[in-house]
């Protein structure tokens, strides 16, 4: 069955360093998510992206964020400058329509130092 | 506002018994999902349930939905421990993003 992949599983990075996060959707879907989750807290919503663009954002999505397809298959989270309080579990979605049940990878774990 | 807000925010059962999880939400929907993760993995949607129907099924699974009271109940019937998991309901909102509640966290005891 199909699978989102993520790379790496886990993240350790120096504060103001920067990361870039790894996905792969699913080979047939058009809409790519990025959520993350905070140490016992809610799923929060970053981005999504359709079309080779930024479809929404939320506000958490500020300027130090950026995503890309590169090729066809890959589906990249950057973070320029990492701060502490971007610690998190991140987790790459994608669905085939944009109403579409989404399917999530099984997150990376960044933790800032 | 906050939409999709669960509860109760924690639930302990005992295996065999039925677990019910509520979900309210404040603005109009397309749809709403429900997912499951288990601690420290990924989610994994268990039911999408759309704002014109009124209840939907899954196996061991019921989804009910009331757009009129704007909120949805997940029923699972004769738990597993294996069932032990944290429950989220999102919704999908016209011209908005996924929003997803707190959870619920289900503990199903053998």
């Known amino acids: 069955e199909p699978e989102v992949t993520q790379t790496p599983s886990h993240q350790v990075t120096q504060m103001g360093q920067e990361v870039i996060l790894h996905c792969v959707p699913i080979?047939?879907?058009?809409?790519f998510y990025w959520y993350r989750q905070i140490l016992g807290q809610k799923v929060e919503f970053l981005v999504s992206f359709y079309n080779n663009e930024i479809s929404e954002k939320s506000e958490i999505f500020d300027d130090q964020f950026s995503v890309e397809r590169p090729d066809g298959s890959n589906f990249t989270l950057k973070i320029r400058s990492t701060k502490l309080e971007d610690s998190a579990m991140y987790f790459c979605?994608?669905?085939?329509?944009?109403?579409?049940?989404?399917?999530f990878g099984p997150g990376t774990r960044l933790t800032v130092l | 506002s906050q939409q999709g807000e669960e509860d109760p925010q924690a639930l302990s059962i005992q295996e065999g018994e039925n677990a019910t999880m509520n979900c309210s939400y404040k603005?109009?929907?397309?749809?709403l999902q429900w997912y499951r993760q288990n601690s420290g993995r990924g989610l994994v949607h268990l039911i999408l349930i759309r704002s014109n129907e009124r209840e939907k099924h899954s196996g061991r699974l019921r989804v009910t939905l009331d757009t009129s009271k704007k909120s949805s109940s997940l029923l699972i019937t004769a738990s597993r421990a294996a069932d032990t998991a944290s429950y989220f309901c999102?919704?999908?909102?016209?011209?908005?993003?996924?929003?997803f509640g707190p959870g619920t966290r289900l503990s199903v005891l053998p």
């Open positions: 080979s047939n879907h058009l809409y």
């Open positions: 979605a994608s669905s085939f329509n944009r109403y579409n049940e989404q399917f």
């Open positions: 603005t109009s929907i397309n749809n």
């Open positions: 999102a919704t999908y909102n016209y011209g908005q993003n996924f929003v």
